[in-house]
Nanobody, 126 residues
Framework: EVQLVESGGGLVQAGGSLRLSCAASGLSFDDYAIGWFRQAPGKEREGVSCISSRDDNTYYADSVKGRFTISRDNAKNTVYLQMNSLKPEDTAVYYC???????????????????WGQGTEVTVSS
């Protein structure tokens, strides 16, 4: 059974930083692309960033480009999302998702992932 566990959320002031972690188990981690998504209160879930299963190709939503960095440590079965220069509009529950893609690349389309974590809450105060 695939399990994804997010951690690292919390309350931070605008301009601050947080690093989220997504620890995976029950899968051949190297074969899975990982995506980070978020859902703010009253809004739809949106893709934030993703990283490919191999070659560490990354992709970011325009709203976080230049501020967030996704990375993976295959030895630890963990993906990280470093979030800098946080803004109040980054406030949301953040989820990681995993799936295998023929190209190895991930996607920011949430419907393409079948494995999800429970989420970690990020609150950015102004």
């Amino acid at each position: 059974e695939v399990q994804l566990v997010e951690s690292g959320g919390g309350l931070v002031q605008a301009g601050g930083s947080l690093r989220l972690s997504c620890a995976a188990s029950g899968l051949s981690f190297d074969d899975y692309a990982i995506g980070w998504f978020r859902q703010a209160p009253g809004k739809e879930r949106e893709g934030v960033s993703c990283i490919s299963s191999r070659d560490d190709n990354t992709y970011y939503a325009d709203s976080v480009k230049g501020r967030f960095t996704i990375s993976r440590d295959n030895a630890k079965n963990t993906v990280y999302l470093q979030m800098n220069s946080l803004k109040p509009e980054d406030t949301a529950v953040y989820y990681c998702a995993a799936d295998m893609f023929p190209s190895g690349w991930g996607t920011l389309s949430d419907y393409e992932y079948n494995n999800w974590g429970q989420g970690t809450e990020v609150t950015v105060s102004s």
